[in-house]
């Protein structure tokens, strides 16, 4: 499943990260988002984009987009 597929308050672990541009994959990377990272969906904002996802220790604001291609699963 994705990102976005799961559900709020779910522990979750980073299976893969697919994004076409090498660049903001690295980036992502160097923020503790890559694969085997633990990941848990906090909150959706108002208008749903970006929504806070706690990622390892960190707390980060990700939109949409980017759930659609990080794939997860129950840790």
């Known amino acids: 499943m994705t990102l976005e597929e799961a ?3 779910v522990s979750l672990r980073i299976e893969s990260v697919e994004l076409p ?3 903001e994959k690295a980036r992502l990377s160097g ?3 890559r694969a085997g990272a633990a990941v848990v969906k ?3 904002t108002p ?3 970006p929504v ?3 990622v390892g220790a960190q707390l980060l604001a990700l939109e ?3 759930l659609r291609r ?3 699963s129950l840790s």
Do not use: N
Request: proline share 4%; with cysteine.
């Open 70 to 72: 990080i794939r997860v």
């Open 7 to 9: 559900g709020f308050g």
């Open 47 to 49: 208008l749903k984009d």
């Open 21 to 23: 541009d090498a660049a």
């Open 64 to 66: 949409r987009r980017l």
């Open 42 to 44: 906090i909150m959706p």
């Open 31 to 33: 923020v503790g988002l």
């Open 52 to 54: 806070s996802c706690k």
